[in-house]
């Protein structure tokens, strides 16, 4: 993690979320940019579509955490960003031509 910090000296990450951003993904990408700022990397966590107030996301977030997603909204693309995208993955592949899942103790 210094490796990297060390990197990011006089650089600006930006942090983003997947496409139809959910719950976990925002608030992964708000708690992202507070190690980033810990860690002295300078960066932005935004939301790189329209947040509709209503919709199921805006809701949830801001009705557990008293937080406006609207305040990370950002769209239009900017091409001298500097991009780090979370997200998560379905941790499920194909071995074989059949479905496999790790155990969950793994």
Known sequence: IREFARKMEGKKL?????????????LSGVLLSRLFDFLKIDNEFIVLEEVAEGNETYDIVKKLFNIDMKDWERTGED??????????????????????RPSPNF
């Open 14 to 26: 930006t942090i983003l979320g997947h496409e139809n951003i959910d719950v976990d993904a925002f």
């Open 79 to 100: 091409a001298e960003r500097l991009l780090f995208l979370e997200d998560h993955f379905d941790c499920s592949c194909r071995k074989g031509g059949r479905l496999y």
